[in-house]
């Protein structure tokens, strides 16, 4: 069995310390990303929130803003992200039967990536989910929050549907 070379971990520097990754060598290029997750829960908790029955008022648009609002504050959360000016934030809510499919999609110029600013927004708008909603189901899970498509930088284009052949 040969050994595989090693990869280089860009964000460990020779000590083994954490580092943020200097991007600044790196051309500024039109970036965007859109990530998806999904909030199971039951059908009297669907019901409730089609019918404007939830204790504490619309969770969908409320998780639909505390998502745009959570891709400003990437950087914040995530200590090795770069903070970037947005162009562009949006968060979409699509109600099922067994529980409610979310999307965010990410826009920048810039040196690094948006991945991380859309995977923050389905996170934070599937926990606001469960938060607006948990008086009704505490029984909600949140799965499958993942990277769907990225566009720009020198890696280019990505999407789930080719990546998963």
């Keep these: 069995m ?3 070379p090693q990869k280089h971990l860009s964000h460990v520097d020779e000590d083994g310390r954490s580092k943020m990754v ?20 039951s059908a009297e908790t669907v ?3 089609r ?12 998780a639909r803003l505390a998502g745009i609002m959570a891709t400003k504050r990437t950087s914040e959360l995530i200590p090795l992200c770069h903070s970037l ?3 562009h ?5 699509a109600l099922q039967d067994d529980g409610a499919r979310i999307t965010a999609t990410a826009s920048t110029s810039a040196q690094t990536g ?24 505490r029984a909600m899970t949140i799965s499958d929050v993942r990277l769907e498509f990225k566009s720009g930088g020198r890696s280019g284009e990505w999407r789930r549907e080719t990546a998963d052949l």
């Design 22 to 41: 200097d991007v600044g060598a790196k051309p500024v290029t039109s970036r965007t990303a859109k990530a998806s997750g999904f909030v199971k829960m």
């Design 114 to 137: 948006v991945e991380m600013e859309a995977l923050t927004a389905v996170s934070v708008a599937a926990l606001t989910l469960y938060d607006m909603c948990k008086a009704l189901d």
């Design 2 to 4: 040969s050994e595989q």
């Design 47 to 49: 019901t409730a929130i």
């Design 51 to 62: 019918e404007s029955r939830t204790p504490k008022g619309d969770p969908l648009e409320t």
């Design 85 to 87: 000016a947005l162009s």
């Design 89 to 93: 934030a949006d968060v979409q809510i």
